[in-house]
């Protein structure tokens, strides 16, 4: 006689699949967070450069600095999709002494 050979997964197969993945999803899933906090600073900090940068292209256009940052981010020649927001959504701050938006923590 022959022996029947059942197919499929024992269950001990199937625990020890549950087990991998469950140690591939402990390692992976504090890294996507951390990777998104990244992102968003990343996204932050090149908001203030773009900022910044349309600051020297305003002094450059009129001939004098905006007397608030609500000036220039309000304009739709500087800003036609509107004013870049922080990701994290800290207000950027506007220095008048050095006519800079200061980088702020994350």
């Known amino acids: 006689m022959r022996c029947k050979r059942q197919l499929g997964f024992t269950l001990v197969e199937l625990m020890v699949v549950v087990l991998i993945l469950g140690a591939l999803a402990f390692v992976a899933i504090p ?19 773009l900022i910044n ?3 020297e292209l305003y002094y450059a ?3 004098s600095w905006p007397d608030a940052l609500a000036d220039l981010t309000g304009s739709e020649d500087y800003f036609p999709d ?25």
């Open 61 to 63: 256009t009129v001939g």
């Open 31 to 49: 890294r996507i967070s951390t990777s998104t906090q990244t992102a968003k600073a990343n996204a932050c900090s090149a908001n203030i450069d």
């Open 82 to 106: 509107g004013a870049p927001t922080c990701p994290l959504g800290t207000a950027y701050a506007w220095d008048a002494d050095s006519h800079r938006v200061v980088a702020h923590s994350h």
């Open 53 to 55: 940068s349309q600051l």
